[in-house]
């Protein structure tokens, strides 16, 4: 498939960082801070030491992941070359266009993971299956 996305276009995103001695805010809004419209809203946290999260691609789905507390770490994946980003700052964060495989791992103690995502969740634009991955990539 010539459209499929590659670990390339996959990007790490500034947010915008207001503040002062009081303290910081940070805005996303849809198709300005991040390149889609966001659909869906979620966070993962009080994840135990040693486990992994994600191990997933989507179909058609955007995301945008950001550690809004503590560290972790995302291993991209497009079925031919892998990288690693760190995310640990609240005011970045990783767009991950559809077609690459994600997996979340190496969370600090206290982090949570805000995924904001262009697609209501459809079971059917998962695929969970690392094999099935690789050969849809190349259907």
Same mark, same amino acid.
């Given at each position: 498939?010539?459209? %499929?996305?590659? *670990?390339?276009?996959?990007? =790490?995103?500034?947010?915008? $960082?207001? &503040?002062?001695?009081? #303290?910081? %805010?940070? +805005? /996303?809004?849809?198709? /300005?801070?991040?390149?889609? @419209?966001?659909?869906?809203?979620?966070?993962?946290?009080? *994840?135990?030491? &040693?486990?992994?999260? #994600?191990?997933?691609?989507?179909?058609?789905?955007? $995301?945008?992941?950001? @550690? =809004?507390? #503590? @560290?972790?770490?995302?291993?991209?994946?497009?079925?031919?070359?892998?990288?690693?980003?760190?995310?640990?700052?609240?005011?970045?964060?990783?767009? /991950?266009?559809? #077609?690459?495989?994600?997996?979340?791992?190496?969370?600090?103690?206290?982090?949570?993971?805000?995924?904001?995502?262009? +697609?209501?969740?459809?079971? &059917?634009?998962? %695929?969970?299956?690392?094999?099935?991955?690789?050969?849809?990539?190349?259907?």
């Amino acid at each position: 498939m010539s459209n %499929i996305n590659s *670990i390339n276009d996959c990007s =790490v995103l500034d947010l915008p $960082q207001l &503040g002062n001695r009081k #303290g910081h %805010i940070t +805005h /996303i809004n849809n198709n /300005i801070e991040v390149p889609f @419209a966001i659909k869906r809203v979620f966070y993962i946290y009080d *994840i135990p030491g &040693g486990v992994s999260r #994600g191990a997933h691609a989507h179909k058609t789905c955007h $995301q945008f992941l950001t @550690a =809004v507390s #503590g @560290a972790f770490e995302v291993l991209l994946d497009d079925g031919s070359n892998e990288k690693k980003i760190m995310l640990n700052r609240p005011y970045y964060g990783l767009h /991950i266009p559809p #077609g690459i495989w994600a997996l979340e791992m190496n969370f600090s103690s206290g982090s949570v993971c805000l995924a904001l995502v262009s +697609h209501l969740f459809d079971e &059917g634009d998962y %695929i969970r299956d690392y094999d099935s991955y690789l050969k849809w990539r190349t259907s």
